[in-house]
């Protein structure tokens, strides 16, 4: 059991330097390695900007016992903010972020979008945002480079 483990964390491992390998390439090759950089760093940063850490509250019951409950409408919205992905290249910086699954969520993902806006603009000053575009499941803030 142990050697189909080590088998499938081997395979994995070499999997992901390749994929590693091929976008550091494809960067190289017609890009630039900083942007892929900056695309990781800015997509950790957006992530942790859009979470929404007010999820629990305590709750005291008749027994005196402390209960949390989570708030599922959060849940929802954090689970579309972690598939979060900011694109930054050469001429074009793309951000996009998945439509949660509820009416509630969305909500708040709509709410947030002028937020969204000015935090991706302030983060790219390079760029010129164009409003959010929604093409399916997914909401794109589209920039271009100021010339």
């Known amino acids: 059991m142990l050697d189909i483990s080590l088998f499938v964390a081997v395979i994995a491992f070499f999997s992901l ?4 390998y091929y976008e550091a390439f494809l960067r190289l090759k017609e890009d630039n390695l900083t ?3 900056k695309s990781v760093y800015q997509t950790l ?3 942790m900007f859009l979470r929404q850490s007010e999820h629990s509250e305590t709750v005291t019951t008749v027994e005196q016992a402390k209960v949390t409950r989570y708030n599922p409408i959060n849940k929802y ?3 579309a903010v972690r598939k ?10 793309t951000l996009i972020i998945r439509i949660p699954k509820t ?16 935090e991706i603009a302030n983060r790219n000053p390079d760029y010129y945002f164009s409003r959010p575009e929604r093409n399916g499941k997914w909401l794109y803030f589209i920039g271009t480079k100021r010339k």
Do not use: Y
């Open 17 to 20: 330097l390749v994929l590693v």
């Open 103 to 118: 009416q509630q969520a969305t909500k708040i993902l709509k709410d947030m979008e002028m937020l969204i806006s000015e």
């Open 45 to 47: 940063t957006i992530r």
């Open 35 to 37: 942007n892929l950089w």
């Open 77 to 79: 919205f954090n689970q």
């Open 84 to 93: 979060v992905i900011v694109d930054i290249r050469e001429n074009k910086v």
